[in-house]
Structures are given as structure tokens and as C-alpha cells.
């Protein structure tokens, strides 16, 4: 099967550990195992990988090193995480791949994605990024810096930004052509370097971040995909997240994922642009699979032995 796999801030970054190169490399060389399983298995994949904590985490750097060096503005943070964590993925999955006597090339592509300027996600933030903050330290920063920071699914408190949907892949052509000819290609990097079309009809970077689910969602129609599978922290969606009367789900059609939105059952920046990718998806075309679940569990998710599968 073609499947468009969308990896979470687990697969890159291990929890509680201090965000150096080492640390990410270390957990990508262990969630690579993941994906050459499935390439093993005979999949197609395309990756797309998020970028919150890195880009957030550029930003930082870059507003922290003003007075010696002019600050690189977000979407240039944006691009330089792509590169960042494109880099690692495609460094670990080539040498996996390798050690398994798989031959197939692996690489990065750099990637613009168009956004409306006039998005309603521009008015209002939801794209957490960067560290975990305390609600001491979420509420200095809000003074000093005049950031915007909400708590995230009870790890804490993060900063947003403004999340765009996403609307055209400007490297689509170049992703066709690479999974045309069997490549392994990582793309789509953090949903995207967010751009607008000019006037002159010419690109422009913006301050934002694109939901990599959504943007893997948008790919995953693009490239007429068999399945869009969204790897997490978690195994299953719930009901009830983290209260005690939580309800794992194996599979949710698309009217019942309608219902438990309007109820408020998803996260806003966390699990509902998942869930919100995986109807859209299975909606675009009769016969298409969406699944939510974690690294781990991903192989056996395809045979329906895990995780949430989305239905019509
Ligand atoms: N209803 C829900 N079911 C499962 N997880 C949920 C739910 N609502 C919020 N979450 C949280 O959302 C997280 C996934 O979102 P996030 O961490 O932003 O994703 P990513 O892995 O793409 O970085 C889960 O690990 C869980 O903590
Ligand atoms: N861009 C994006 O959606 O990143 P995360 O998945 O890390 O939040």
C-alpha cells in the first residue's frame, strides 16, 4: 500500500529528556526500526514528520541571540527544521535500511505550503511550540515577552502560534516524481514552510506553523494514497482523555468523530487536527484508511490488531 505516515513530537524527541542533537538522533535511530518494519512489509511510504518542539525551540534561540546576531524571522525557523530533523530521519532510515539489505534511496525535500493570509487561524493561536513552561513561568513569559501560552492536555504550558490550513504542497510535482520512482521521501516537514501568494504572484514566508497532520492529509489526497496513518504518543484515541472514566476507540466512523468535535473531546493543536485529517481523508475518496495510533504499534494497526481507524 501507498501510506502517507505522519510522525509525531514522540518519534523525534524523547520525553523528559534534555533536546540536544544526541537526544533526537538517539530516538529517531529507534523509530526508524518502525518504518523500515513497514517498508519490510512491503509499504510504500512517504514521511512527514512534526516540528513544534524544534521550531519552537528556534525561535527561542534565535530571539535569545538578538543582541549578537539579527534574529532568523519563523519561517526561516521553520525551514531550518525541516533540515534539522529531515537530516536525522533520512541519516538513521538509510542506515537501517542498509543493515537490512534494503536498497531503496532515502532523502529530504525542502517544502513551501500555500496558506490563505486570510486564514482564521491567524487571529487565533493554537499550534503549541517549543518546551513545557509552568504556570509560573507560562505567566512571566506572557508578561515579558507578550507570548501566548495555553495549558497543553495536562503536560503543562506551551506557547502557540498561528496554524493556517493548509492549502497547495508548492513541491507536489517533485514528491509525485520521487514516489513515482520508489524513493523514500520526507517532505512536508512540519506541515510545511507556511507561504502566501503575492500579488505578483510570487512566494512569501509567514509567522506560522501548519499542523503536519492536516498537511499530511493534504499530501496524502494529493498523491492518491492508500492510507494516512498518524503516529503519536498514544495507541488509540479516547474519550474522556486522562479522567477516569477514559474509553479507548478502535474505530470511529466519520459521523461519530463529527459528534465527539462538537463535544469537545479533542484537543485543540493536539488530537483534533488528527482526527480532523483522518475524516477528511477517508471522506476525499470511497476506500481510503486513516489511522491514529503509536510508533510502536503501527505494523500491527495495518492488520487492524491496534490503534483507531477511522471509518465512513
Ligand atoms: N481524546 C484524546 N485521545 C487521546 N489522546 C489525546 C486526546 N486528547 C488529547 N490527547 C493528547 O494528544 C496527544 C497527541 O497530540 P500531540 O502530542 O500534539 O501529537 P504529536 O505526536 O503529533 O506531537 C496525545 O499524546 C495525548 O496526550
Ligand atoms: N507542525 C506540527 O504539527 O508539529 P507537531 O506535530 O510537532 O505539533
Not at 514566508?205 to 492529509?217: N, Q, R, S, T, W
Amino acid at each position: 500500500m501507498k501510506l502517507v505516515v505522519a510522525l509525531g513530537g514522540n518519534a523525534l524527541q524523547a520525553d523528559g529528556k534534555p533536546a540536544t542533537a544526541e537526544a533526537q538522533l538517539c530516538t529517531v535511530k529507534a523509530t526508524v526500526t518502525h518504518l523500515a518494519d513497514l517498508i519490510a512489509s512491503g509499504h510504500q511510504i512517504v514521511i512527514v514528520h512534526g516540528n513544534g518542539p524544534q521550531v519552537g525551540r528556534l525561535v527561542l534561540q534565535n530571539e535569545y541571540a538578538k543582541p549578537v546576531t539579527p534574529p532568523m524571522p519563523f519561517d526561516v525557523c521553520g525551514a531550518m527544521s525541516q533540515g534539522l530533523i529531515g537530516y536525522h530521519i533520512q541519516q538513521a532510515l538509510q542506515e537501517e535500511l542498509k543493515r537490512r539489505h534494503i536498497d531503496k534511496p532515502v532523502a529530504t525535500l525542502l517544502t513551501q505550503v500555500v496558506v490563505d493570509p486570510q486564514d482564521a487561524g491567524f487571529q487565533n493561536p493554537t499550534k503549541p511550540i517549543g518546551p513545557f513552561y509552568t504556570q509560573e513561568e507560562a505567566e512571566a513569559l506572557k508578561k515579558e515577552q507578550g507570548y501566548i501560552l495555553v495549558e497543553d492536555s495536562g503536560r503543562g504550558y506551551r506557547r502557540v502560534v498561528a496554524s493556517p490550513e493548509p492549502k497547495r504542497i508548492v513541491e507536489l510535482a517533485t514528491i509525485q516524481e520521487l514516489v513515482g520512482h520508489e524513493q523514500i521521501v520526507i517532505t512536508v516537514g512540519g506541515g510545511g514552510i507556511p507561504v502566501v501568494e503575492t500579488e505578483n504572484h510570487t512566494l512569501a514566508g509567514v509567522a506560522a506553523v501548519i499542523d503536519k497532520d492536516l498537511a499530511a492529509e493534504r499530501l496524502a489526497e494529493d498523491l492518491g494514497a492508500d492510507g494516512l496513518i498518524i503516529l503519536t504518543a498514544v495507541e488509540k484515541v479516547s474519550l474522556h482523555y486522562g479522567k477516569p472514566e477514559q474509553q479507548d476507540l478502535n474505530q470511529i466512523t466519520v459521523q461519530e468523530a463529527e459528534r465527539y468535535i462538537t463535544d469537545g473531546q479533542f484537543a485543540a493543536g493536539s488530537m483534533l487536527p488528527k482526527v480532523r485529517a483522518g475524516v477528511k481523508f477517508v471522506t476525499s475518496q470511497p476506500g481510503r484508511m486513516a489511522i491514529i495510533t503509536s510508533l510502536e504499534k503501527a505494523n500491527e494497526a495495518l492488520t487492524g490488531k491496534s490503534g483507531t481507524r477511522i471509518v465512513p
